[in-house]
């Protein structure tokens, strides 16, 4: 895929806002150590006070990049090549002294977990403060405020780690917002949320943008989610066309094996005893709020943490995390994917668009890439059970269609898949059997339409209908068990 690409594009015109210049580029461009050719060039762009712009492209086109170039982070924190003009407040990059550029831009990362340095909210929030000299007296006061604003007033003496992926972007956002900024980055902040939660996202992060006037700029895969908050859109990299030959039946229509995996597990305080059957040949999805305790389910069920009850029968159970880098142990991509002794590491390659980025270091590429390596590393190794928390997060729609044909390839091998999404679409779309999750319990499992077509269920589970995989309230069966 070619790279580089750049246009900018003015949605209609909303509101009147005062105009005036906060950021400028011109003709720029970015080269990584070692690679031919930039990632990005010919970017010229300007934001002016209250513009919400909203950064589109697919996986590995350059959109994180980019934003490591308007908060100062590129070139100081690598040692690539960067040509053209970057002018903030009227003041070039390179005249700001360490530090200044991120009390005035705030930016939460696409892998909340990369941005953290204290174990408690209250604290990290505090460490935040530290770093901007605001004095201690005055911590207090901040910190409430902001917990206040951001509903995270329960979670101020919590660990950070023992938080679900959703609820850490969220201590993240209120960690940049305490900062006070002119300027917000936003990396795929709704890639954690379950669905109901993203819709309150925007809204409060809306009204918040409102009363602040912040120039934001955001990479989100789900823009359909922010309705119309944004009056700029920035396309990076190539359009890749959706075949029109893809595959939308549910992988229910595929052979399936005789194979049954059962597992109980026991978490107290986050997980109550959970059973679960998963046929050979079939994808079960979980779905619930955040905070529920779908990843705690997964990491008992691969023995990763502690259970007070664990019964699982099989030891061939393949498990991909929310945060794949931590999976990672070679130095390219190619290496990972075939550190299991699979046959099929080309293909897997090739199938999950890695090819660019094959003899790239896996920690160097795009979150989405990243996500796609794990994934394809999983997969060469031909586990009977795989678990897959969140395989969707950070993908463009043709990266989640190659995604989608490979899960169902293996499951017409025998194999038997658990996946944790907040996608309803993509669950509608692979879903033999639908589990339910909330508050540490777990219910189902369900026939997907079922639950797509159940106002009370959704609204439990803080879920919302597919499009164009719901069905009219009035035709829908009553829910129903799967088995």
Not at 77 to 103: H, M, N, V, W
Not at 188 to 194: G, K, R, S, V
Not at 295 to 317: D, F, H, M
Not at 399 to 407: G, I, P, R, V, Y
Request: glycine content about 8%.
């Amino acid at each position: 895929m070619q790279r580089g690409l750049f246009a900018a594009t003015r949605l209609p015109v909303k509101s009147v806002m005062p105009v005036s210049d906060v950021l400028a580029f011109s003709d720029v461009a970015f080269r990584y150590p070692d690679e031919p050719s930039p990632v990005l060039e010919d970017v010229s762009l300007k934001l002016h006070v209250g513009d919400k712009w909203l950064v589109k492209g697919p996986s590995g086109c350059g959109k994180s990049t980019l934003f490591y170039l308007l908060n100062g982070l590129y070139p100081d924190a690598c040692d690539g090549e960067l040509t053209g003009t970057r002018i903030l407040f009227g003041k070039p990059y390179e005249q700001y002294r360490p530090g200044e550029i991120s009390q005035v831009i705030a930016t939460v990362f696409q892998d909340p977990d990369s941005q953290f340095c204290m174990p408690t909210v209250e604290e990290e929030l505090a460490f935040t403060l530290e770093n901007q000299s605001v004095p201690r007296g005055q911590m207090e006061e901040q910190i409430t405020r902001t917990l206040e604003e951001t509903g995270l007033t329960a979670f101020r003496h919590r660990v950070i780690q023992t938080l679900s992926g959703g609820e850490k972007q969220r201590v993240a956002t209120a960690c940049a917002l305490i900062m006070k900024p002119k300027i917000v980055l936003l990396d795929e902040p709704l890639a954690h949320l379950d669905p109901m939660t993203a819709r309150e996202y925007v809204q409060w992060f809306s009204a918040l943008q409102q009363r602040h006037e912040w120039t934001v700029l955001v990479i989100d895969h789900q823009a359909e989610l922010w309705r119309d908050f944004f009056d700029h859109v920035i396309e990076l990299g190539e359009h890749v066309p959706i075949s029109e030959t893809k595959r939308t039946t549910p992988s229910s229509s595929k052979p399936v094996g005789s194979g049954l995996f059962k597992a109980r597990v026991n978490v107290p305080g986050i997980l109550n005893t959970a059973e679960l059957q998963l046929e050979s040949g079939t994808i079960t999805v979980l779905a619930g709020p955040n905070g529920a305790g779908k990843s705690t389910l997964l990491k008992a069920v691969a023995g990763l943490i502690p259970s007070a009850e664990r019964e699982v029968y099989t030891q061939s159970i393949g498990y991909v995390p929310q945060s794949p880098e931590f999976l990672f142990m070679t130095s390219s991509v190619r290496q990972e994917v075939a550190l299991g002794g699979g046959i099929r590491t080309e293909t897997y390659i090739d199938k999950l668009l890695l090819g660019a980025v094959a003899a790239s270091n896996p920690f160097a590429v795009s979150q989405g890439q990243k996500r796609r390596t794990a994934l394809a590393a999983m997969l060469n190794d031909a586990r009977s059970v795989l678990l897959l928390d969140e395989p969707t997060a950070g993908q463009d729609a043709y990266a989640l269609e190659e995604l989608e044909d490979a899960l169902f390839q293996v499951v017409t091998d025998g194999a038997a898949l658990l996946v944790v999404t907040h996608d309803m679409n993509f669950a509608s779309r692979i879903a033999d059997a639908l589990l339910l999750i909330r508050d540490g319990d777990m219910s189902g499992p369900f026939v997907p339409r079922s639950v797509f077509s159940n106002p009370a269920l959704l609204e439990k589970y803080r879920l919302v209908a597919s499009e164009g995989g719901s069905i009219d309230v009035n035709m829908a069966a009553p829910v129903e068990s799967f088995y």
